[in-house]
Nanobody
Framework: QVQLVESGGGLVQTGGSLRLSCAAS????????MGWFRQPPGKEREFVAA????????YYTDSVKGRFTISRDNAKNTVYLQMNSLKPEDTAVYYC????????????????WGQGTQVTVSS
């Protein structure tokens, strides 16, 4: 089992940047595929990005490609989401998630979720 705690959210102007962090408990962090999801106000939760266990493979939803970068530091049990060129439509609660089975691009559901961190982009 792994526990996830997100941080780094906040209020930023259009075009600004934020870096989200997700700290994981436990000794087996490197055995999990990690992902970031978001839930905009009044909408369903959606996938944002994922990174493989070793960090060598990443995958993004089209709307964030070229602006967001997911990475991980297995020595620090932490996954990051660097968000640049933020837009008002990026406003959402951002969640990190982990799954011990499956790969970056697969339908295997994420089993573990953090509590979320709010990102608000003002126009």
């Amino acid at each position: 089992q792994v526990q996830l705690v997100e941080s780094g959210g906040g209020l930023v102007q259009t075009g600004g940047s934020l870096r989200l962090s997700c700290a994981a408990s436990g000794r087996t962090f490197s055995s999990y595929v990690m992902g970031w999801f978001r839930q905009p106000p009044g909408k369903e939760r959606e996938f944002v990005a994922a990174v493989s266990r070793g960090g060598g493979t990443t995958y993004y939803t089209d709307s964030v490609k070229g602006r967001f970068t997911i990475s991980r530091d297995n020595a620090k049990n932490t996954v990051y989401l660097q968000m640049n060129s933020l837009k008002p439509e990026d406003t959402a609660v951002y969640y990190c998630a982990a799954k011990s089975t499956g790969v970056v691009i697969s339908s295997t559901p994420y089993k573990y979720w953090g509590q979320g961190t709010q990102v608000t982009v003002s126009s």
